[in-house]
């Protein structure tokens, strides 16, 4: 669906759950619209669904609820160009779903991670995230954080300039992909 009908759907049942005071659903829909502002670019809105979803679950003690609003702040602000703020939102939700034992929630925050301290122009330190994030993706057999994984160590290796090591893990990122 394209996200202004994504974000239709999630503010009818973001309605229906504050009616029925189901709260960890609202939460949850109030991060799926901002997921939805992120992919419309329009990061102030993603932003302010995201703190009241954080500010809701943190409230009724929803662990991955805090995760999820965490990753979703983070990846908000690295693309408004706030990577300190990303760094810290991400590195949040990595400890919360170490915590929880959420190791989905885990590979996506040290993806996450890796693409914030890339942007900041730690590559070696980004490698190192995305080699634990592909070991996790691995174990868990979650095809998708193991692309994700993948092109992360070869956009690494290529600014580490490593071209054949890079070429050899875009390669095997296709494949998955």
């Known amino acids: 669906q394209h996200p202004r009908e994504r ?7 973001l309605e229906a759950a ?5 709260r960890k659903s609202t939460a949850r829909h109030l991060i799926a619209l ?3 502002y992120v992919d419309l670019g329009e990061i102030n809105h993603a932003i302010d669904c995201y703190e009241q979803a954080l500010s809701l679950a943190s409230s009724i003690r929803d662990r991955r609820g805090e995760a999820d609003a965490r990753s979703g702040l983070g990846q908000a602000h690295y693309l408004a160009g706030g990577l300190d703020a990303a760094r810290r939102f991400h590195g949040e939700a990595l400890d919360l779903a170490y915590q929880i034992g959420d190791h989905r929630v ?3 925050a040290l993806g996450n991670l890796g693409v914030t301290h890339f942007g900041q122009g730690e590559v ?15 174990e868990m057999g979650d ?25 050899g893990r875009l390669r095997a990122q296709l494949q998955v992909a």
Do not use: H, Y
């Open 7 to 13: 974000i239709r759907w999630n503010e009818a049942a």
């Open 18 to 22: 504050r009616s029925l005071n189901r």
């Open 34 to 36: 901002g997921d939805s």
């Open 106 to 108: 885990e590979a996506v």
């Open 124 to 138: 070696r330190t980004s490698c190192d995230l995305f080699e634990q994030q592909l070991k996790l993706a691995r």
């Open 143 to 167: 095809r998708r954080n193991e692309s994700v994984a993948l092109g992360g160590i070869g956009m690494t290796w290529l600014a580490l300039g490593e071209p054949e090591s890079a070429l």
